[in-house]
């Protein structure tokens, strides 16, 4: 059976060095000669400072030990078409291998998802924790995948529910709706828009997702052309183009623009955990609110989503209470 990820989805790959290999000298994507034109296509990127691909990209990233090669693996909806994408970094150097009809545009953004272009010069530690923190983990980088639909449907699947939910909810939906990813290893892609646009909201409820959240994503999947008229906005007016979508707010659209736009500030707003974790790393506080919160994080504003991944990065979390929030199965009701 092919492997579910999702959107956008990130682990360790077999990487064919031998063909990567014959372009390390050029920093452009390229087709090797003679071969059929949906082969594999490279491209190999010098970059300065250090680049901790696990703590950038996500957990399904790996690293060997002591700093050695790092690896992950995408599958992503770019707006050329469907495309996989194998990254290694090494010392100084990134080495990108694509398949797919949107194997060129994945590959001139790898610096861009990498946030290679992000080295944090002007962040400045405010706390001892978030010293060390930065100082354990400084080759986190903020990167930007230019595509909204990468995470928005997982991230509407994780409104209310505990993250098991939603990532059951989803491999279910990929089974279903998704499609074979291009390239080696057999992967499994998830749902295009157009699919999810199609169906009534009565038929998520096999996938574990009650009416509110189908019709979210319902919603969502028939104005992606619209929302994704967002990417080319500044900022405010791209949170402003989310939160028109009925069933989209803050938090949905800061997860969703901190991975699509890169966004430096962006924190989510009205998470369950991320206020209580901040409101404890930094004023020893238990239990927060939001507007303590963004009151925590104003020494660091322009750089408030690397705090946020800092702690969590680094495991700091507040104290819980009380009986953890039990997965439902939608399917019961």
């Known amino acids: 059976m092919p ?12 990487t064919p060095s031998r063909i990567l290999r014959l372009f390390r000298k050029s920093g452009r994507a390229t087709t090797i000669e003679g071969v059929p034109p949906n082969a594999s296509k490279t491209r190999v990127i010098p970059f300065d400072g250090s680049l901790d691909l696990r703590a950038t990209l996500g957990s399904r990233a790996t690293a060997e030990p002591d700093g050695g090669r790092q ?12 495309a996989t994408t194998h990254i290694r970094v090494e010392i100084a150097t990134v080495e990108a291998e694509a398949w797919g009809p949107g194997a060129e545009w994945a590959l001139e953004h790898v610096p861009h998802l990498l946030g290679l272009d992000d080295h944090g010069s002007s962040f400045v530690a ?24 990468d995470s928005l449907p997982h991230v509407i699947l994780e409104q209310k529910v505990t993250g098991k939910e939603a990532t059951r909810s989803w491999h279910s ?23 999810l646009a199609e169906l009534v909201y009565h038929q998520f409820h096999e996938h574990g997702v009650e009416r509110k959240r189908a ?11 619209r929302i994704n008229e967002a990417l080319d906005m500044p900022i405010e007016q791209a949170y402003q183009r989310m939160m028109a979508v009925r069933g989209i707010g803050i938090w949905t659209t800061s997860l969703v623009l901190g991975q699509a736009m890169g966004d430096p500030d962006a924190i ?33 504003r322009g750089h408030r989503q690397r705090v946020v991944r800092l702690l969590h990065l680094g495991g700091i ?10 997965p439902r199965n939608i399917r019961n009701h």
């Not at 492997?3 to 077999?14: C, D, N, R, T």
């Not at 690896?71 to 469907?82: E, I, K, M, N, Y």
């Not at 939906?173 to 080696?184: C, F, M, Q, T, W």
């Open 3 to 14: 492997a579910l990820v999702g959107p956008a989805s990130f682990f360790w790959p077999s």
């Open 71 to 82: 690896f992950a693996r995408r599958v992503s909806r770019t707006p050329a078409g469907l």
């Open 126 to 149: 405010h706390h001892e924790l978030i010293g060390r923190l930065h100082r354990r983990f400084h080759g986190l980088r903020i990167g930007r995948s230019g595509i909204i639909w």
């Open 173 to 195: 939906l990929v089974r279903a709706y998704g499609e074979d990813a291009p390239g080696p290893g057999e992967l499994r892609a998830g749902p295009p828009p157009q699919a």
């Open 215 to 225: 019709e979210i994503i319902i919603n969502a999947a028939r104005r992606i052309n």
């Open 268 to 300: 989510p707003i009205g998470d369950y955990h991320v206020k209580n974790s901040v409101s404890w790393a930094l004023a020893g506080e238990p239990r927060g609110t939001d507007e303590r919160m963004i009151e925590l994080l104003e020494p660091y």
């Open 317 to 326: 979390g507040a104290p819980k209470y009380g009986p953890r929030t039990q």
